[in-house]
């Protein structure tokens, strides 16, 4: 008998840092189709339209977003445009073809004010701080408006091989100025998330075909001091880190002093494929210790 054909799965934000693992993930189940910034515009109606008749996907995935916060602030008009916008044109288009929608969104539609260590959960109340939020937020909001049978994830603290994130970022100052005390935020609060283990949670959730509001984040909590220590002793360099306060480095956007999220709902459904962050830090490191410094 021959092999069953392998159903499509489309991802958007493919060259993104989740994007390029997803791809990478669940092309052995899938037949994956990538979709980067230079392959179509996915604020362009008629072009997702015409990209979605071709492939007809049974699976889309939106991993692509304007992610620089501070950016957001003043570069409103294309935050909105691809963080709020497109995951409405997409949530449409998929409901037209009949794809199964899961759209990343993220912990700072939380306005992070909640006592530490209490996690939000699905069905908290939402208030953005910033505009990358408040983008981000609308864009849940598009896509509920579409279809009441898309998943939403929102996810935090995200880093991976591909793309910038905090361990490139800290490792990447403690290389050029190695004499010099490293400071890092003390009192934010959030879960790290490998992008690897969130594209199999992903793969999770696009074979069950689950849908709704869903947290999807590393197990556990520390703040951003407590996982740049980590990641220096796992890579096996010595650096002095000294903690600050959100206070000592002021930035344009606000940032939520609580980001836990609680998978909650992923528990509900027998469906939580997230592990614990230090064991995935741990993984992440063993993986790619030699690239982190080569490339540094």
Known sequence: ????????????????????????????????????????????????????????????????????????????????????????????????IGAHLIHLSTDYVFDGTREVPTPYVEDDATGPASVYGESKLQGEAAVQSATPDAAILRTSWVYGIHGHNFLKAVLARARQVPD?????????????????????????????????????????????????QRFFELMDIPVQIEPCTTADFPRPAARPMNSILENAR?????????????????????????HLLSAS
């Open 180 to 228: 010099a005390p490293l400071r890092v935020v003390n009192d934010q609060h959030g879960s790290p998330t490998w992008t690897v283990r969130l594209s199999e949670q992903i793969g999770a959730i696009a074979e069950a075909g689950l849908s709704g509001v869903l947290h999807a984040t590393g197990e556990g909590h520390c703040t951003w001091y407590d996982l740049a």
């Open 1 to 96: 008998m021959a092999a069953e054909a392998k159903r499509t799965l489309l991802v958007t934000g493919a060259g993104g840092q989740l994007g390029t693992d997803c791809v990478a993930c669940l092309s052995d189940t899938w037949n994956v189709i990538s979709v980067r910034r230079a392959d179509g515009d996915i604020t362009n109606a008629t072009a997702i339209a015409d990209l979605f008749t071709h492939h007809r996907p049974a699976v889309v995935v939106n991993c692509a977003a304007y992610t620089q916060v501070d950016a957001c602030e003043t570069d409103q008009a294309a935050a909105f445009q691809l963080n709020a916008e497109a995951p409405g044109i997409l949530a449409r288009e998929s409901v037209r």
């Open 266 to 290: 992923l528990n509900q459904a027998g469906l939580n494929r997230m592990q614990a962050w230090q064991d995935d830090l741990a993984a992440f490191v063993s993986a790619h210790r030699q």
